[in-house]
């Protein structure tokens, strides 16, 4: 079993920048990727990017150079720098995280940009 947090959300200003933390807690199992996801309002969940153990890392269209994604493999841990953060970027910040079998997700963080 794996149980997935995140942490770091919060309110900020048009312009700002937040870094999300994601923990994926296991009982030995290996994490092979993990990624991001957000759903902003009136929106379905959408991928914003993932990253492996080896750190390839992908991203979506909408967060290209302004969102960072990185891991720690030792800690089980992603993380996503926000820069430049827009009102449109208001919306739950999900973990996903995933062995060889199974995906998991946490509860989501929120965040929310004021103009």
């Known amino acids: 079993q794996v149980r997935v947090v995140e942490s770091g959300g919060g309110l900020v200003a048009a312009g700002g920048s937040l870094r999300l933390s994601c923990e994926a807690s296991?009982?030995?199992?290996?994490?092979?990727?993990m990624g991001w996801y957000r759903q902003t309002p009136g929106n379905r969940r959408e991928s914003l990017g993932t990253i492996f153990a080896d750190g390839r890392t992908f991203y979506q269209d909408p967060i290209k150079g302004r969102f960072t994604i990185a891991r720690d493999n030792d800690q089980n841990a992603a993380y996503l720098q926000m820069n430049n953060l827009k009102p449109e970027d208001t919306g739950v910040y999900s973990c996903?995280?995933?062995?060889?079998?199974?995906?998991?997700w946490g509860q989501g963080t929120q965040v929310t940009v004021s103009s």
């Open positions: 996903n995280a995933q062995t060889q079998i199974y995906s998991f």
């Open positions: 296991t009982s030995g199992e290996s994490i092979t990727v």
